[in-house]
């Protein structure tokens, strides 16, 4: 047994008298302490580390779908889950602070891996690990600053998610990282985030040429929750207003008299804003602009139900470019073709 914490291997069955009477390799009764424990924080990071990670370790999401991933505080739930992981994935760039702080205080030995994309994972690591992959895809002059993530406060905007080229990176940080906690496994973690990878490819893909269809003067995006920076960034959707101010409350009357201006000046066919967090603010300046409002859109939370087959990140992805080209006037057919199910192989 080379870790403690990863108890493979053969299992006796030890009789009263003393003989062993059988021993498996299939360790039955036990089959939890065969796997590595990983958690994660919300849903579409814990999709990105399934389809590496399939099941064959036991992984967790911290946050639950539908709470508000910024201002989540952890439950005992949390903790408890915390206490036993061997790594933690996490976005980083400030997104999880409380998770983060509850993580460093109750994960056994707790790693805390660098936090920089100029520098690389220490490969030695032997306790438990939190990896904060935001901050090992990013520096800080790719941070994106907006009005609900201004840069006099310092934190950047955290969804790199919503550009799927980081997804892509993150999947090979969590294969990487699994690689070396897991050796035996490392060819099963290759060939899933291989097959991951080539759909991240065909989704970037599809996205740039969807988002490419939009009529070039209907190309704006008003959202609330203020999650496409770096969706923005890679697409060439310039993002011309935000709802959300940065203490996540709502905005001013002041403001939104300006949202409304800007919606008419910039002629945008129609704002979104989310299914989970509805915003009477946005259907109102909608309303008085003479814009569509849709809310549809989701940024933290994965489409459907879970055991849906578009309940993964590449389903939120394609579900949330289909529902904004199709309003902006664009054709979001080459969505169609982008595969939404798991990856990842049993
Ligand atoms: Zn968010």
Redesign the pocket.
Known sequence: MTSPRLLAGSVCVVLAAGGVAACSSQPSGAASKTRLVVDSTVAPITDIVRQVVGDKVNLGGLIPERVD??TFEPSPATVRSLAHADVLFMDGLHLEGSTLKQAQANMPHPVAQPTSAEASLDASAKGSEIIQMGDLTVGPSEYAFDFTFPKAKGDPNP?LWMNPLYAKRWSEIVRDVMSRRDPARASYYRDNQARFAAVIDRLDAAVADAVNSIPEDQKKLLTY?D?YAYFSRRYGIPIIGAVQPSDFSEPSPREIQDLIAQVKVNHVPAIFGSEVFPSTVLEQVAREAGAKYIDKLR??ELPREPGAPNHTYVGLIVEDVTTMVGALGGDASSMHSVPTARTWQA
């Open positions: 991933s910024h969804h929750p999650s940024d933290d």
